[in-house]
């Protein structure tokens, strides 16, 4: 049993659902990434995803965006999100995901990304701008160096393309859950939990929700309906302004804590 399997095996007998903060690697550099990874470590993250810096993150919204961009002014690449990756396994053993756009990876190399990947300790993969209909080839290169691939999933997916993404997904399916960028919204559309039902009647592995949620009243509004959250956008932002200003620090690690409890039914 992989380790993201586990987990949601643990999480289901406790009856509760994973708690997976989001973080640009490198936003605003090695040294402050290692320091939130720790944070979310320290305040009940069951999952982390690591966002791989990219120049044009189609599918993120401005927040994530000039994160992207405060990470490509580091000097941040693939291969140096590889090494915090390395850094942060030396400390923790809560699973990594890194969550990125297939260009990086491409260039690296697909199959030295996912030899150095697997030595790194990365669990798995979700390459936001691969179809499932393009998949085979490096679903077989993941699953040799025992990779956990991750998919989106989305209001507008169809039977079809939910067919082909069961063929190849494993660890969990990731719903987006409006059709758009990233970014916190004050309200997620009137079916979401709808079709977070049907996804998971689809899906043998978990299905967690993402894109959108704001704060713990998300998670709390549709914890009946997923097995665990991403929240990006809004830990992002004040990640931001905590990492200029130590003194805001306290109200992101506060921000986390009530997002743990919410998914963690405390």
Known sequence: MNSIKGL???????KSKAFIPYITAGDPDSDKTLEILDIFVENGADI???GVPFSDPMADGPVIQSAMERALSSGTTLRKTLEIVVKFKQKHNTPI???GYLNPFFA???EKFAKDAKSSGVDGVLIVDLPP???AEYTEILKKNKLTQIFLATPTTDSKR?????RYASGFIYFVSVTGVTGARNALPFDTASKLEILR??????VVLGFGISGPETIEQFYNYADGFVVGSAIVKK????????QEKQALIDFIKQLSKSCHGK
């Open 201 to 206: 009647t689809h899906f043998k592995i978990p």
């Open 97 to 99: 995901i890194l969550m």
């Open 239 to 246: 990640w931001e302004i905590a990492s200029r200003n130590p």
């Open 8 to 14: 949601f095996t643990d999480l289901k007998k406790h």
């Open 133 to 135: 209909e393009e998949t």
């Open 108 to 110: 690296y190399g697909f």
């Open 162 to 166: 939910i067919e082909i993404i069961s």
């Open 48 to 50: 982390i995803e690591l």
